[in-house]
């Protein structure tokens, strides 16, 4: 079983520039979520993705775009980079119909905005 | 609105001995599922245990009990013979309704508590 993939692991962008980030949710899952989590925090959460619509969304501006494939893949798109979105982007998966809806979370992109 | 409290934000513990972290939560959903990750310095977070509202015995995973005492809104990690592996941030996370339910999965995380295992 392949679990949740995350790519790339690190980038660098400068302020105003755009970034794609990609995920592959674990197999059998159905629902994408993203988080960001700022250094010494806890993870916040960004949207998520459920049968490729969103699905929910947290307290971020609509810069922070996503979009989900029928593969169930899928990708974070921010827009106008600032300093401040410099993080740790988490990606997780699950499968609502599950016993828990367990998150499964992939190894993270570090976001390094100059 | 759904709220993680972790008051400890470092624990040391000696190798073998059991260790609780501390959680404790707050939220008007009357159904809920309440989760514990591991995050070693790579980043990854590792899911580690979960306890549904309803559930009435307390959840165990190998090393990994969650003391979980709903009149309190407190969901404990209790980790027993501490490994040197295990130093690493843990969170404590929420998510509002029933698994399988219509609300969404958003999970609500804490601060954080990290966790150093001595030898």
């Known amino acids: 079983e392949t679990g949740v993939t995350q790519s790339p692991t690190h980038l660098i962008k400068t302020r105003g520039q755009q970034v794609t980030l990609r995920c592959s949710s674990q197999?059998?899952?159905?629902?994408v979520s993203w988080y960001q989590q700022a250094l010494g925090q806890g993870p916040q959460f960004i949207f998520q993705?459920?049968?490729?619509?969103?699905?929910g969304r947290g307290n971020f501006p609509p810069r922070f775009s996503g979009l989900q494939f029928p593969n169930y893949s899928s990708e974070l798109n921010v827009n106008a980079l600032e300093l401040d979105d410099s993080a740790l982007y988490l990606c997780a998966s699950s499968d609502p119909a599950g016993e828990s809806d367990t998150q499964y979370f992939g190894p993270g992109t570090r976001l390094t905005v100059l | 609105a759904q709220k993680i409290t972790q008051t400890q934000p470092g624990m040391f513990v000696q190798e073998k001995e059991a260790v609780t972290l501390d959680c404790t939560y707050d939220t008007s959903d009357p159904s809920y599922g309440l989760f514990w990750y591991k995050q070693p310095s790579s980043g990854e977070m590792i899911f580690l245990i979960y306890?549904?509202?309803?559930?009435?015995q307390n959840a165990t995973e190998g090393r990994y009990s969650l003391n979980f005492q709903k009149a309190r809104k407190s969901a404990n990690l209790v980790i027993s013979a501490s490994q040197l592996g295990d130093s690493a941030m843990y969170f404590c996370a929420m998510r509002p309704g029933a698994a399988g339910g219509t609300s969404y999965g958003k999970l609500t995380f804490g601060q954080g508590t990290i966790l150093t295992v001595h030898p």
């Open positions: 197999s059998g899952h159905n629902t």
């Open positions: 993705y459920y049968r490729e619509e969103e699905n």
């Open positions: 306890q549904g509202s309803y559930d009435q």
